[in-house]
C-alpha cells in the first residue's frame, strides 16, 4: 500500500448549490495529484466525493441554497478519508447500499436514484453514515495502492 509522505487534512464549505460540487470535485483532485495517487484512487476518491455533496444537497437541503455542506479530507498514512456534513434533513440510508438489478444491456433501465451511495460503498474501503447532534455525517476511507511498475 502507498504511504501517504505528507498527512495533513484540509476542510471545505460550500453553498448548497449544485454548481459548487464542482469546485469540490476539482479540490479534490488537486490535493489527490499533490499527494502522487494513482489516477485510479484520485478518480474514485473525486467521484465519491462530489456523489456525497450532491446527495448532501438534493436530499437534506431539497435543492435550496443558503445552507452549508462541509467537506474534509484527511491523508494520512496509507488512506484518505473524507467526511461530508450537513445540517439538513435526516436521511434514512444508515450507510447501507441497495443492490441493483437492472440488464446493462439496456441502459435506458438504470434507475435515476440511489446509484451515488452504492458508487460509494463500491469504490470505498469503509462507509459510515451518521446522525449527530443535528448533523448528517457521511465518512468514507479509501485505502491506496501502490502503482505497479511495468
Not at 450532491?54 to 462541509?70: C, D, F, M, R, W
Not at 469504490?123 to 495502492?145: A, H, P, Q, T
Amino acid at each position: 500500500m502507498k504511504e501517504i509522505e505528507k498527512p495533513g487534512s484540509i476542510t471545505f464549505v460550500i453553498d448548497s448549490r449544485l454548481e459548487n460540487v464542482s469546485f469540490i470535485g476539482v479540490a479534490a483532485r488537486g490535493i489527490c495529484n499533490y499527494l502522487s495517487l494513482n489516477e485510479m484512487d484520485t478518480y474514485y476518491v473525486e467521484l465519491c466525493l462530489a456523489e456525497a455533496v450532491t446527495n448532501a444537497i438534493q436530499h437534506a437541503y431539497q435543492l435550496k441554497p443558503g445552507y452549508s455542506v462541509e467537506v474534509n479530507l484527511l491523508f494520512a498514512g496509507n488512506s484518505v478519508t473524507l467526511r461530508i456534513c450537513d445540517s439538513g434533513e435526516p436521511t434514512d440510508l444508515k450507510g447501507e447500499a441497495c443492490a441493483f438489478a437492472f440488464d446493462p444491456e439496456r441502459p435506458q433501465n438504470v434507475p435515476e436514484r440511489g446509484m451515488g451511495l452504492f458508487l460509494i460503498h463500491k469504490l470505498m474501503d469503509e462507509v459510515l453514515y451518521e446522525r449527530i447532534d443535528g448533523k448528517n455525517i457521511l465518512s468514507f476511507k479509501r485505502y491506496l495502492i501502490e502503482e505497479e511498475c511495468s
